[in-house]
């Protein structure tokens, strides 16, 4: 059985070619048996395989003051809070593209600063990407075309399990194994470099066909490092860069010569996983080494990110306000400034907190200036009961939807798994729209 099949209750049945939307890679060959509502995973990382397992039990009901209430009393009590604050902070914002346009709406319809979970990476590479912009390489092209990969930081594969085996798999491995690289010139053989690290030893299973460099680096000096490797690709001296081990300089001269010697290069990194003051100066590094090598080769940055959709809530608030996430709306105008309008910011000066979790049971922030909203996953654990809590399926399990893929090129079909007992966030987003007055 596959996607597309009837998804009522019945035999346990095998569902396939899922496609993930957890952390942003976009896995599309999951696979899990479902039996009524219990879900258990047969092919998926351990992320999603966590996140997938489902009961078969009854999941929780909204709730009004820790109080049993119902989807409508609950959808109302939104609206009255909603109505009496005058500085609303809408966070986490982990929903599908459809659940995000009508929470979006109702910022707007209420006035509230909208800011992702998982958005602090983002905005540390548009800091680059806003002042000097970056040429960037889509998950095909890395996995089709790239010859040699520079990861800095840590191994990727903490945050992406599968990001080696997607980004540059060996050919002949696997179902689609002829299906990729289709332009390396020396298939099963790339280039790894690892800056930072250490690779995990799963990591290093999975590129074992690969020539594989590991330059260790502790994770203060990775910005030093990415800065002197481009210092080197541009024939810059380094001496006062440096700070760094005379092997260590000697091994990123030899990775710059590498690269000008590639076809294709790639440079990779996690924002989120670097200290927040050096992930733009990684970006930065990584952008200018590209912009060098552009003059005879080809060479793109591919950054990594797009937990919970963060790159779909980042891609409607462009659509939507013409600014991205960390913008505060409503009353028919929008005002972008990050320094105000992060979660953590945006929280000093509110008075209500709006917070939606559907991939995963992440609480909300600490908030004890107004009442919370939960809008989040039925196994959310509270340190302080919310004042309204209603409890959502997930999308890609309890209902189909969209997300986007981490390089923002692909927005990926989500498919209903199993029989939903929960709203979606669209339909509580809409239900608090029509308690508040405006049709969703
Ligand atoms: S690596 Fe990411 S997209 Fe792939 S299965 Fe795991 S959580 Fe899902």
């Known amino acids: 059985m596959t996607s597309g099949d009837l998804i009522t209750g019945g035999a ?54 820790g109080v049993a209430a119902s989807f409508e009393e609950a959808a109302a009590a939104v609206a009255t809070h909603l109505k009496a604050a005058r500085s609303a902070a809408f966070s986490g914002l982990g929903a599908d593209l459809e659940g995000l346009r009508r929470l979006y709406d109702l910022a707007m319809a209420s006035g509230a600063s909208l800011d992702h979970a998982a958005s602090g990476g983002l905005f540390a590479n548009l800091e680059r990407l806003a002042r000097k912009g970056w040429i960037a390489a889509t998950l095909a092209e890395v996995r089709n075309r790239c010859d ?76 030093t490092a990415a800065s002197v490797l481009t210092a080197l690709v541009a024939g810059r001296g380094v001496d006062g860069l440096a700070g760094l081990p005379d092997e260590t300089v000697a091994a990123l001269a030899a990775l710059a010569e590498q690269l000008k010697a590639a076809r294709y290069a790639v440079f990779t990194w996690n924002a989120a996983s670097l200290p927040a003051a050096d992930a733009p100066v990684v970006a930065g590094a990584a952008s200018e080494a590209v912009d060098l090598l552009s003059v005879t080769t080809r060479a793109a940055v591919f950054p990594l990110g797009g937990r919970d959709n963060v790159t779909g809530a980042h891609q409607l608030a462009l659509w939507r306000f013409g600014y991205p996430l960390r913008t505060a709306v409503g009353a028919g105008t929008s005002r972008h400034v990050p320094e105000l309008y992060s979660t953590a910011a945006a929280l000093y000066d509110a008075d209500l907190l ?20 939960a809008i989040a996953h039925p196994d959310t654990v509270f340190a302080r009961e919310p004042e309204v809590f209603i409890p959502v399926g997930t999308p890609g399990v309890d209902y189909g939807g969209h997300v986007f893929r981490m390089d923002s090129v692909v927005c990926l079909p989500l498919q209903a798994l199993r029989p939903a007992e929960l709203p979606s966030v669209a339909e509580a987003a809409a239900a608090i729209l029509v308690s508040f007055g405006r049709g969703a």
């Open 12 to 65: 346990p049945r095998t569902v396939r070619d899922i496609v993930c939307g957890f952390c942003g890679l976009g896995c599309d060959d999951l696979e899990v048996t479902v039996a009524g509502r219990a879900i258990t995973p047969r092919t998926a990382c351990p992320e999603a395989a966590r996140l997938l397992t489902r009961s078969d039990a009854t999941p929780p009901s909204p709730r009004v003051n």
């Open 148 to 223: 040699v990969l520079v990861v800095f930081g840590d191994d990727p594969a903490s945050a992406f399990s599968r990001f080696f085996s997607r980004a540059v798999p060996v050919r002949g491995e696997g179902a689609d194994g002829d299906a990729a690289p289709l332009f390396v010139t020396a298939p099963g053989r790339r280039q790894i470099a690892v800056v930072g690290g250490p690779l995990s030893e799963a990591s290093r299973r999975v590129l074992a066909a690969h020539e594989v460099t590991e330059i260790a680096v502790a994770e203060q000096d990775v910005a």
């Open 354 to 373: 709006l917070h939606t979790s559907a991939f995963r049971p992440d609480a909300p922030p600490d908030f004890d200036r107004g009442p919370v909203i």
